[in-house]
Nanobody, 128 residues
Framework: HVQLVESGGGLVQPGGSLRLSCAAS????????MAWFRHTPGKEHEGREG????????????DYAGSVKGRFTLSQDRAKNTLVLQMDSLKPEDTAVYSC??????????????????WGQGTQVTVS
């Protein structure tokens, strides 16, 4: 049973930084596909925006959405099975609930939410 637990959300001023973590457990293989998504409560009809994804093998390079490229950095601590999203130069439009998601191997690295079958509970990020 895969579990994903996010931490690190909060309130920050425009231009500030936040660091989100996603601790994963329950995978039978250390190489999986993981990603961060975000959505705005009350606007579920707009769906979840995929912002960064990675294949959790050593040396993998993340994929980023254009809206966050150059501002957000996705990294992995493979020893701790943790995915980290460093968010810099935050803007008010980055305000959302951020969720970690995962696919067990074999998997496809993608920013498409329907491809993921494991989700964390989400953490609120507010830029104001």
């Amino acid at each position: 049973h895969v579990q994903l637990v996010e931490s690190g959300g909060g309130l920050v001023q425009p231009g500030g930084s936040l660091r989100l973590s996603c601790a994963a457990s329950g995978f039978t293989d250390s190489r999986n596909c993981m990603a961060w998504f975000r959505h705005t409560p009350g606007k579920e009809h707009e769906g979840r925006e995929g912002i960064a994804a990675i294949y959790t093998s050593a040396g993998s390079r993340p994929d980023y959405a254009g809206s966050v490229k150059g501002r957000f950095t996705l990294s992995q601590d493979r020893a701790k099975n943790t995915l980290v999203l460093q968010m810099d130069s935050l803007k008010p439009e980055d305000t959302a609930v951020y969720s970690c998601a995962a696919q067990a191997s074999p998997c496809i690295v993608t920013l498409s939410a329907p491809m993921y079958d494991n989700w964390g509970q989400g953490t609120q990020v507010t830029v104001s």
